[in-house]
Each structure stands twice: as structure tokens, then as C-alpha cells.
């Protein structure tokens, strides 16, 4: 188990290193730069040299990205280029403060909205299952279907006009401290959760009903409800421990994407999540910030699916028990 | 007793697609038919005004920069013009004058060379100390040291030396007349004046003599503003204090004002104008605003370096269409870029709608069938008014043999390609900041000018007179100098004026005290709540 858990940081931080040269090459790829975007229309050819010169975007790439990951080994991930120093003026922020602050929002709302998929797609997946091929599971199937072909957008601005606009039951902004007032930050969150939960419950609904249908097919199942077992405990104890697999599998995905900011709620919101503040970043051309925000977001990928791996090794014992 | 799950599934599905409907019916946009100003509610009004409160504004951008001379964005300005101030302000939305703010009062010199300004007595920054004429020195100094990249700095250009006369006197001394000074000098914060020696803090820790000191923020969530108490105009502020929540999404900015989240929004989308003003539970002002929009031609390019080229261009629009489709008919067509509100009368004619001249030059220029080209609007999809005028200038030049195609870059990708590289055709764009015509002429038109990106060569003629504009004062005079030199400008038709966008705010009724400004200039220490909040 350690050896496996060390072979898999060892290859995620390969990953990650690899990962962070490809970003770096493509951002300053990209058309503009940090001082087209911050000049507008003042961007002179003079000011924008100046500027970039400031930044210092002047210098050979290969001697920014050693400069760059010289400071990350120490922990130094630099200062956002939207706001560094000009004109002398110290309103530098560092990037981990931007990372740290993003992960404040879009943590709990990954969790909460994956929780919520979770309460909801899992028993609707079982009952579609449990009643295959009946009228039930077709309207189910359907509303799942519906479910994930909507957009985020959508579903958030859907429940917007439902709730807040003509309701008037919920509040489509949120305050300005999370956690300065959890219970009134849990009430400004509920809409945005809400969103995430519904689509991913369509997804977790479709794979909890697909998986089930085939470990019910299976022998041992057959042989269980053979045995005189009442229907739900066939399914909830022997089928839904086996099914459980690939579901696990599917939320993990789920999540570790959830992690990467949902960005069109968190601007349809305005949460100031890690998918909008690297909406914003892109646009600013702020390198050092889009580069630690991708990176951030590509951790905690990897860092779900390994949890995942490990739970799927513990639930493996289970599965070669049975046959 | 079992559930019926079959119909009960179907309502809910029957409920999500009537939902759908809904929301699809509920937002019709209406096509306005009203140019111009109007209002609904009492959001000018400035009487029955109650002291305190706290104002929660629905802001359409984050604020980006808390430094007043490097902030670079219309939206800055704005939040900042509550916590800085300069030595003069604009009047009143009515009468946008330059007066006096920090200043008291100024004369100037015979020669013109000089002005000297006499501060207000009693004027303090947000931390107590008090303000002197060092200050204010500093504060120019810094806008105009090319190390600060001050946004304002071309606009001090003529501005030799500033000198300390005493505690309560400045003078500046210029390298030749320039009678829009005092209007430069109210630029909101971007010539603003900040306590010396505080560039290095300016960023984190705002301290200016603004009615509202800065209490906090949560970068790219709100801004919060308290009252500052030692502020010198008497009894005002009247709001105990401002929250800026932004909300850059415009569907998301409406909701919160109608769900009574926020108090006021900045910017209604034109397209949400109509039904805001049907609407009784809202407070609504539509403004003639400075904002005019353009089509620029890169005149350093084939065809456009040929005039008979741009000027078949100029015939083949139909300006008011443009306008139509554009603002959804609450804008109006413009002959020239200069501010239809400034308060010097300009007049001169744009080229008109002609399709059969334009075929005509075009032939005479070379380009009987025409050519390619592409337009880029500006903004990357901020300014939706710029999109739309953008295609209707494609439908309207195809009709003459132009081909052309809209080209939509991301803002910083537009600035690159246009005024960094100058690698473009043609652009859809607009000015707001500049009610005087100095301030939509000569940065752009003259040979010398900061903001020629269109690479266009002025005749000498126009050099001339927009050097005479910013140094005569006499406003008749200057008003014939501009109507002569946009004579010039429109004939030679390096940008093609298009239309003017009118400003719309919306509030909640109990809002009041609300200075409309052309330039969208927030000063909230008018405002306040009609009944305690």
C-alpha cells in the first residue's frame, strides 16, 4: 500500500513538473500579454516594451521558467502581474494568497454540490434499476438524460428565475465573506450548489442505474435471489457493494473536474472561485497566476483519483470474497 | 400505499419544460422607441433625503487597481472618484463646468503661461493630515513621471513645472497656453491628489479627501466605503457608508436589483432598458451620456491609405440604422466624435449614406469590385452595442462590394493587434472620458497625437487648429475652431463617427439623489435613502 501510495506521488509530481513547462510555453504562446491587456487603448508599442520589461518578459523563457520554478521549490509562487508593483506603488498580492482564497470557495462548493449529486443521483439510480424497463425508470432515464445535456449556465440561471427573482426565497448574491456568517453563507450558497447537484445527480443516477443493471446480471446475483433473498436486499446488499465501483469512479471524475472551479456557475454567481479567478487571470495575461491555478486545479485531480484508487483497493477484497 | 411514481415523474418533468417556457416568455426585450432623457421614480430628486444608510451597488467590473494615477479602466475611475478627489470637479450633470473642488479658486497669468491656484482651507486626507499645496505637487509630478505610467500623463503634456508658492498656493507653469486645464485637472481619479511621498502605499492603503474613506474588499467580489467624517463639504455625505457587490454578468446584475439584493445598478443592458422602466417597483434615469462610438480604418494599410477608399466607406453606411440596431433605438446618430453634451457647440456633417457614390470612389480608386476586409470590435464582448454595429456595417458595405467579415479578438488581444501592432483593417470602438472636443480630437488626429493608432496624416491646417482648440479659452471661438477642424476630420474620414449611447441607472424608489453625469461620474455623497434604512 505505502509503496503503491509513493509510486503514485513520485509519478504525480512528474506529471505536474512536465505539466507546468507545457503551461508555461503555451500562456506566453498566446496573442498579447500582461501589459496589452492591462494598457488598452494606451498600449503604445513604447509603454507595452516598458511594461513587459518591468514584468520581466524580456528575458530568455528558459531563464523566466528556472527563475519561476527556483521560487516554487521554495514555496514561492510570485506575485499576480494584474496588480504588481507600478508606478512603485506596493499593491503587489501574491499568487498563493489568489490560490488559497479561490480554493476557500470552490472546496466547500465541490464537496457540497458533489454530496448533493450524490444523495440525489444514488437512490434515484437504484429505484430506475430496481424498476427496469417499467414507465418509472423510463421518466427517470429521461429527466437523467435532460439532466446532463443542460448546460450549467442554464440550470443556474433557471433556478435563479425560480427562486430568487420570482420567489423570492433565496439570494442570488453572495455576500462578501464566506465565512464571516456560515449560516447566511450556507443560505447564499444553496442556489450554486443546487446547480452543481442537480446536473452531476443526473450522471451519478445513469452510471449508479447502468452499473447495478449489469452486477444483477450477474450469477451470483441470480443465485442469491435463487436462494429466497427478498428483492431489496439483493440489490442493496449484494448487487449496490459490487456496482459500487465504477460509481465510485464516476464521482471521483466528477469531483477532481468539480475541483477545477466550475467556472460558468462561479461567474454567473460572481463567486470568486479557482475557475473565475482563472477566467480572470487568462485574460489578463497574468502568467504567474494562470500557471499556479492550472497546476493547483491538475493536484487536486490527481489527488481525488488516488484517494479513489485506494478506496477501490479496499473494496476489492469485498468483490473476490463474494466469488 | 405505493407511490405513483409515473405521474408524479411526469409533473416534475412538465414543471422543468414550463419553467423553461417561462423564463424564455418572461424576457421579451421590447425595441424602445425613446431617445434621449427620461425617468421614472424619484431617483434625481435631492430633496427628503435622510441622513445614513449603507447603499448596496450592483457594479458591472471589479475593481482592478487601487492606485488612482495607473488605474486604467472606466470602472476604477468610477469606484475611486468617491475615495479621491482633485483640485477641480465638474459642476452639475447640467452644467459640466470645471469648478473648483480642492481649489478654491485660480487666475491666470497675461501670457497664459501661468495659473495659480488658491487651495480650500480645512482639507483633510481620510488618516487626518492635513492636505498643503506640497501635495498637490507631488501628486502632478507623479502623474507626469513617465516611470508611474500614469493614465492622465499626456494629458499634462503642457504642463511645464510645478511650484510650491506657499501652504494654501500652487502654480503651474506651462510650455504654452492651455485653456482645458481646469477640466484635466478634474479627470476623476486619474488626477487625483494624494498625500506626498505616498506612491509606494497609494495601492493597499487609499488615502485621499473624498467623502468616503476605504473600509475593505474581497478582490473581484465587492468594495466597501464609510462616510469620512472630517470631509469638507457640510453635511455631506449623507450615506453612512457604499457596498460595491460586482456582478459582471448583466442577467445576474438585474435579478439582484429586482430581488432587492442590491439598491442601484451602474450599467442596465440597453436591451433591459424598456421593461426597467415599465417596471414600478424600480426607480430608472436614462442620460445623454459623452460615449460615442466610431469606425476606424487603419490608414496606414492598403486600400485605406487611398481617402476616396475611406470616404466611399463613410457613404456606404447608413448611420442611423447602425444606431437603430445598435442601441436598440435608444441612441442617437453623431456627425462627429466630440461629446454631444460638452458645452461647446460643435457642428460639422459626417459624409452621408450615398451607396452610389461609394461605388463611384471605389471604382475611381482602383476597386471597381471591391475588396476584403475585416472589422474587429473592441472590448472582446463587453460592449455588445459595438458587436451588433459591427454587423450591421458588414450587411451595409456588402451592399457597395465590400466583403467583409467581424473579427472578435479578447480585449487584451485587440490592443495588441490594433494600437500595439497596428496589424488591422478596420475596428468598431468608442471614447466615453471627454466631454470637452480637446479630449475626443487630439489624441487621436493630430500628427503628434499619444492615441494615433489609425496612423492617419492630419493636412497642417488640422495640426493647427487643435493646437489653437486647447489653448483658446473664449468658448464661441472655440467652438468655430472645432466645427472648422472636424470639417477636415469628417472629410478625410480616417475614423467614421457612428452613434451616441445614452446611460441608464436603475434603483430601488426609496434611492435619491443621483447626479446623472455624461461621463458617468458616480459621486454618491448627493445620494442617499428617501425614509430611514
Known amino acids: 500500500m505505502i509503496g503503491l501510495i509513493v509510486r503514485r506521488v513520485l509519478g504525480a509530481a512528474a506529471t505536474l513538473l512536465v505539466l507546468s513547462i507545457i503551461l508555461f510555453l503555451m500562456i506566453q504562446a498566446l496573442p498579447g500579454s500582461p501589459a496589452t491587456s492591462m494598457l488598452g487603448q494606451r498600449a503604445t508599442p513604447e509603454l507595452v516594451a516598458q511594461v513587459n520589461a518591468d514584468f520581466g518578459l524580456d528575458q530568455p523563457i528558459l531563464q523566466q521558467y528556472l527563475h519561476w520554478l527556483g521560487g516554487v521549490v521554495q514555496g514561492d509562487f510570485g506575485y499576480s502581474l494584474a496588480t504588481a508593483g507600478r508606478g512603485g506603488s506596493l499593491s503587489e498580492i501574491p499568487v498563493s494568497e489568489i490560490i488559497v482564497d479561490g480554493l476557500k470557495v470552490t472546496v466547500p462548493l465541490a464537496f457540497l454540490g458533489m454530496l448533493l449529486a450524490v444523495l440525489i443521483g444514488l437512490p434515484l439510480g437504484v429505484i430506475a434499476a430496481m424498476r427496469r424497463g417499467q414507465p418509472s425508470d423510463a421518466s427517470l432515464s429521461a429527466m437523467a438524460m435532460l439532466g446532463i445535456s443542460m448546460p450549467d449556465f442554464f440550470i443556474g440561471f433557471l433556478l435563479i428565475f425560480v427562486f430568487s427573482s420570482t420567489l423570492g426565497l433565496l439570494p442570488s448574491v453572495v455576500p462578501a465573506d464566506l465565512f464571516a456568517s456560515p449560516l447566511e453563507s450556507l443560505r447564499a450558497l444553496t442556489l450554486p450548489i443546487l446547480s452543481i447537484g442537480l446536473i452531476n445527480a443526473a450522471a451519478v443516477a445513469r452510471m449508479t442505474r447502468t452499473s447495478l443493471l449489469e452486477t444483477i446480471a450477474l450469477d451470483y446475483v441470480t443465485l442469491a435471489r435463487a436462494r429466497g433473498a427478498p428483492e431489496s436486499v439483493v440489490v442493496l446488499k449484494h448487487a449496490l457493494r459490487n456496482a459500487f465501483v465504477p460509481i465510485l469512479t464516476v464521482m471521483g471524475l466528477q469531483l477532481g473536474y468539480l475541483l477545477g472551479g466550475v467556472v460558468v456557475i462561479e461567474q454567473l454567481f460572481g463567486l470568486p472561485g479557482l475557475g473565475r479567478e482563472l477566467l480572470i487571470a487568462v485574460g489578463d495575461r497574468d502568467y504567474p497566476t494562470v500557471q499556479a491555478l492550472v497546476l493547483t486545479m491538475a493536484t487536486g485531480f490527481i489527488l481525488v483519483n488516488l484517494i479513489v484508487d485506494l478506496i477501490y483497493i479496499r473494496l476489492d477484497p469485498a468483490i473476490k470474497g463474494t466469488q | 400505499m405505493r407511490v405513483n411514481w409515473n405521474i408524479g415523474l411526469s409533473l416534475a418533468a412538465l414543471l422543468v419544460v414550463s419553467t423553461m417556457a417561462l423564463a424564455a416568455c418572461g424576457r421579451s426585450v421590447d425595441k424602445g422607441t425613446e431617445t434621449g432623457e427620461r425617468s421614472s ?204 457587490i460586482y456582478l459582471p454578468e448583466e442577467n445576474a446584475r438585474i435579478n439582484a436589483l429586482r430581488s432587492d439584493q442590491v439598491d442601484m445598478i451602474d450599467a442596465v443592458p440597453l436591451a433591459q432598458a424598456s421593461s426597467v422602466f415599465s417596471d414600478d417597483s424600480l426607480s430608472a434615469i436614462q442620460f445623454e451620456s459623452s460615449w460615442v462610438d466610431e469606425l476606424g480604418l487603419n490608414n496606414e494599410r492598403k486600400p485605406f491609405d487611398q481617402v476616396e477608399v475611406r470616404q466611399a466607406i463613410a457613404h456606404a453606411i447608413n448611420r442611423k440604422d447602425i444606431t437603430e440596431v445598435a442601441t436598440f433605438g435608444l441612441g442617437e446618430p453623431v456627425e462627429t466624435m466630440v461629446a454631444p453634451p460638452s458645452p461647446i457647440k460643435v457642428e460639422s456633417d459626417a459624409l452621408d449614406y450615398d451607396p452610389e457614390k461609394a461605388r463611384r470612389l471605389l471604382a475611381q480608386a482602383g476597386y471597381p469590385d471591391g475588396f476584403d476586409m475585416t472589422i474587429a470590435p473592441c472590448g472582446g464582448g463587453a460592449f455588445p452595442e459595438m458587436d451588433r454595429a459591427a454587423q450591421v456595417i458588414v450587411d451595409q458595405l456588402k451592399k457597395v462590394g465590400i466583403n467583409s467579415e467581424v473579427e472578435n479578438l479578447e480585449a487584451g488581444v485587440w490592443a495588441d493587434k490594433v494600437i500595439t501592432k497596428r496589424d488591422y483593417d478596420a475596428f468598431v470602438c468608442g471614447l466615453i472620458n471627454g466631454l470637452d472636443p480637446d479630449g475626443h480630437t487630439y489624441r487621436y488626429f493630430t500628427t503628434d497625437g499619444a492615441f494615433n493608432f489609425s496612423g492617419y496624416k492630419p493636412p497642417a491646417k488640422l495640426d493647427e487648429l487643435l493646437e489653437r482648440g486647447r489653448e483658446v479659452a473664449d468658448p464661441e471661438e472655440r467652438g468655430r475652431i472645432y466645427s472648422e477642424a472636424w470639417d477636415i476630420i469628417n472629410k478625410d474620414a480616417p475614423w467614421i463617427p457612428l452613434y451616441n449611447v445614452p446611460g441608464v441607472v436603475a434603483a430601488q424608489p426609496d434611492v435619491r439623489g443621483y447626479q446623472p453625469f455624461p461621463e458617468f461620474n458616480l459621486r454618491y455623497e448627493t445620494v442617499g435613502f428617501a425614509g430611514s434604512r
Not at chain 2, 447640467?94 to 487651495?119: H, K
Request: charged share 25%; glycine share 8%; net charge negative.
Open chain 2, 41 to 244: 421614480g424619484d431617483l434625481t430628486s435631492m430633496s427628503g433625503i435622510e441622513s445614513g444608510g449603507t447603499l448596496r451597488v450592483g457594479f458591472s467590473e471589479a475593481l482592478v487597481d487601487l492606485d488612482p494615477h495607473t488605474s486604467q479602466s472606466l470602472q476604477d475611475a468610477q469606484l475611486l472618484e468617491n475615495i479621491y478627489r482633485g483640485l477641480t470637479r465638474l459642476k452639475s450633470p447640467d452644467d459640466p463646468e470645471p469648478v473648483g473642488d480642492i481649489a478654491e479658486s485660480w487666475e491666470v497669468s497675461d501670457d497664459e503661461l501661468t495659473w495659480t491656484f488658491q487651495l480650500r482651507d480645512g482639507i483633510t486626507f481620510h488618516d487626518g493630515t492635513p492636505l498643503t499645496a506640497a501635495d498637490v505637487k507631488y501628486s502632478i509630478d507623479r502623474i507626469k513621471d513617465p516611470k508611474t505610467v500614469a493614465t492622465a500623463a499626456s494629458d499634462f503634456d503642457p504642463v511645464k513645472k510645478v511650484e510650491v508658492v506657499d501652504a494654501r498656493t500652487i502654480r503651474f507653469e506651462l510650455s504654452k497656453p492651455y485653456s482645458i486645464l481646469p477640466y484635466v485637472l478634474q479627470i476623476p481619479a486619474w488626477s487625483a491628489i494624494i498625500p506626498k511621498g505616498s506612491g509606494g502605499t497609494v495601492g493597499t492603503k487609499p488615502n485621499g479627501t473624498g467623502p468616503f474613506e476605504f473600509d475593505s474588499q474581497v478582490r473581484n467580489t465587492s468594495l466597501s466605503l464609510k462616510r469620512f467624517d472630517g470631509y469638507w463639504e457640510p453635511n455631506l455625505p449623507r450615506l453612512d457608508g457604499i457596498e460595491f
